[in-house]
């Protein structure tokens, strides 16, 4: 006979920590690298979902974009945005919305 163990990861993410562009940066009509760090995680690999949006309050999504990665590279067009970032494990757990930051396209 043998002996057989289950795990199950029921553990959510640790949030994302921003690392760049910073608040309220002022960056170029061109394809801009956004950055961050993962949050500990105790479980399965991890895909990070960005989010972009046109309202400080991130009601209105304007793009999104899902990496294995911790930077994405985005040309959003000229204006203002807010950006933020998800974790989510292969198990499903979804880690809490990193802060969100503000940026201009000029």
Not at 7 to 14: C, I, K, L, R, Y
Not at 34 to 60: E, P
Not at 77 to 86: A, H, L, M, N
Not at 87 to 93: K, L, P, R
């Amino acid at each position: 006979f043998s002996t057989r163990t289950i795990t199950v990861d029921t553990t959510s993410p640790n949030a994302v920590t921003l690392i760049s562009p910073s608040d309220n940066a002022s960056l170029p009509d061109v394809f801009n690298t956004y950055s961050w760090n993962q949050g500990t995680n105790t479980g399965t690999a991890l895909t990070d979902d960005i989010y972009f949006y046109s309202d400080a309050g991130a009601t209105l999504q304007v793009s999104t974009a899902q990496t294995t990665g911790t930077t994405h590279q985005d040309s959003l067009g000229s204006g203002t945005y807010y950006w933020r970032v998800q974790s989510t494990d292969a198990a499903g757990n979804i880690g809490a919305m990193s802060s969100i930051r503000k940026v201009i396209i000029q």
